[in-house]
């Protein structure tokens, strides 16, 4: 069973801001918060992760509230180009451990 | 270029064959995954190698028998395919932090 629960489906009006919640109330202390999106029938692709800082990139912010029990995706100005299914995961970083996914939010960017 | 690459990209054939998929990165990564990713779009891992060795095998059938002849390969040979194996395998790597997915090879068992 995923370690994360995410709401099935998201509607966002191009360029405003997506937010995306996750929960992860099961975390373990060494455990990453990895965010990652499957565009139709692409490979997933990385989006952002963290510890327990908030965190930035060219593609999205990642908010992990102080009790690391949840975390937000923040895509600042959603394009149509970024709907698609985004899934949260918890994991560690060695090779030993593994993904896995939930069912994920399928985001929906209307024009 | 591409960082993860897989052959072939579609894949049909009939039940009982056997049959292959391949995967590779120019990543320099140490560890390589197969995935699969069913109808209803459920990802589930099925492998996990590191530097060719296998790490991670999530019980699958052992009709599946990955092959890693090198740290930038990662193959899987699919014996005696059967109607469920119908799905689409994405390959993967990692150093470290986050993985690289390959474009996926979707296989379709008639």
């Not at chain 1, 937010?19 to 918060?33: D, K, Q, R």
């Not at chain 1, 394009?79 to 918890?90: F, M």
């Not at chain 2, 995935?35 to 492998?47: A, E, H, P, R, T």
């Amino acid at each position: 069973d995923a370690k994360t629960t995410q709401p099935p489906s998201m509607d966002c009006a191009e360029g405003r801001a997506a937010n995306l919640p996750c929960n992860h109330s099961t975390i373990s202390g060494n455990e990453y918060v990895y965010w990652y999106r499957q565009i139709h029938s692409q490979g997933p692709q990385y989006i952002i992760h963290g510890l327990k800082n908030n965190e930035t990139n060219e593609m999205a912010s990642l908010i992990i509230t102080e009790d690391r029990k949840s975390s937000t995706l923040i895509l600042p100005h959603a394009t149509l180009r970024d709907t698609a299914v985004y899934y949260c995961i918890v994991s560690g970083t060695s090779g030993t451990y593994k993904y896995i996914f939930g069912t994920g939010t399928r985001l929906k960017v209307l024009a | 270029d591409t960082a993860v690459s897989q052959t072939p990209k579609y894949l049909v054939t009939q039940m009982g064959n056997d049959k292959s998929i391949k995967c590779e990165q120019n990543l320099g990564h140490d560890t390589m995954y197969w995935y699969k990713q069913d109808s209803k779009k459920f990802l589930k891992i099925m492998f996990s190698y590191n530097n060719k060795e296998l790490i991670i095998n999530e019980t699958v059938p052992n009709r599946f028998s990955p092959k890693s002849p090198d740290k930038a390969h990662l193959n899987l040979h699919i014996n005696s395919l059967e109607l469920g194996d119908s799905a689409v395998y994405f390959c993967a790597s990692s150093q470290g932090q986050g993985q690289f997915f390959g474009p996926g090879t979707r296989l379709t068992v008639l």
